[in-house]
């Protein structure tokens, strides 16, 4: 009976050092700079595949962080960096979409902090629910305490997006 209090007491110690506790909402600020789009109607979807509940995988493919308020952790930094250039909506007639198709969140350890990777795929959609562009990427953070690093990579995936939706390029690039 002690042995298995006592097995109990180390899985649970453990367990909220691996980050088995569900973070709330973070407050990412992107950095984003977009030109020309300023009477434009901007809002969030996000695909089936993007879940609310986000779990970061360590290298070894275990539960690093797991994030209960994933959309909201989007949402926010949607409307952080694109709030400044849009009108960001939450309204289904908006005149564009920007809809999150897929995100993969993946940490490793670094000097320093930690390492955090968002694989994602990201759709421009027009009220016509035609795809206008696409992006698809892997941003990573600067290593970074915790979930400091998710934030950072959150802000580094927008930065990411922003430009490759909405810089216009010329057609050598």
Known sequence: MRRCLRWMVVMLVGSGIAGCGGESALRPRPNIVVEGHHDTTL?????????????????????????????QTLQNGFDAGFGKWFTVTRDFSAGLTLRLVSTVASQQPASGGDVVRIRYQAHLVDTHHTIVATSTGTATSRPEPGVQAVTRAVEAMYEQIATDLFTRRGPDE
């Open 43 to 71: 809002r969030l979807d996000f695909a089936p595949a993007v879940t609310d509940r986000e779990a970061v995988l360590s290298g070894e493919g275990v539960s690093w962080i797991t994030l209960d308020q994933w959309h």
